[in-house]
């Protein structure tokens, strides 16, 4: 069992798994347990250099599936949160992550959240956990608590490099203003 994260927890993976190469970036939720309809949530990556994606082809997401170079891929849309586990994930090469990438956030948003009147405070048991590739061994893990009555999007966690290690931090922000709202704060190009 990993470290379980509290909102700006963070835990080095290189110490918790010294050979560590690929990640799986899990996330799920609950399907909806009252009347209207499912909770179609959307994970993403926003691979970045200095804050900001380092290009529109290094958002990954359901539209595009794997970065230029396939060190982050996206494994496919859940529409309902059905079934036990992860509802999405990604695969992290680590190896194959460019050198000026500094950290890859991991956004999840509502799809038509407003046309729905969704929003993250109906959502049950939201969570975000790194499992190691090569073993299954999960290393961290981030359950969501907030009350987030207004937020449509949210970024869940983080992947980042310090002094040569991988880490991750539970982030936990929310926005009012969907995934546009995330994507135009990282600098992705949205018409």
Not at 32 to 39: E, L, M
Not at 70 to 89: K, R
Not at 147 to 164: H, K, N
Request: glycine share 12%; charged share 20%; proline share 2%.
């Amino acid at each position: 069992m990993g470290v379980t994260l509290a909102k700006g927890g963070n835990v080095s993976l290189s110490k918790a798994a010294p050979n560590l190469t690929q990640v799986m970036v899990g996330l799920g939720w609950d399907a909806r347990s009252t009347t209207g309809a499912d909770f179609d949530l959307d994970a993403s990556a926003l691979v970045c250099s200095g804050g900001r994606v380092m290009g529109d082809e290094w958002f990954v997401f359901y539209n595009q599936l794997t970065s230029p170079d396939g060190s982050v891929q996206h494994t496919g849309d859940n529409l309902t949160g059905e079934g036990d586990g992860d509802d999405e994930s990604l695969i992290i090469d680590l190896h194959k992550v460019p050198v000026q990438c500094d950290k890859i956030v991991f956004p999840v948003s509502i799809h038509m959240a407003d046309e729905r009147g969704q929003t993250f405070g109906q959502v049950s048991n939201a969570f975000i956990r790194v499992v190691n590739q090569a073993d299954g061994q999960e290393l961290a893990r981030y359950d969501l608590s907030e009350d987030a009555s207004t937020e449509t999007a949210m970024i869940f966690g983080e992947l980042y490099r310090y002094q040569g290690e991988w880490k991750f931090r539970a982030v936990g922000q929310g926005y009012a203003s969907g995934l546009r709202g995330i994507a135009l704060d990282f600098g992705v190009n949205v018409s």
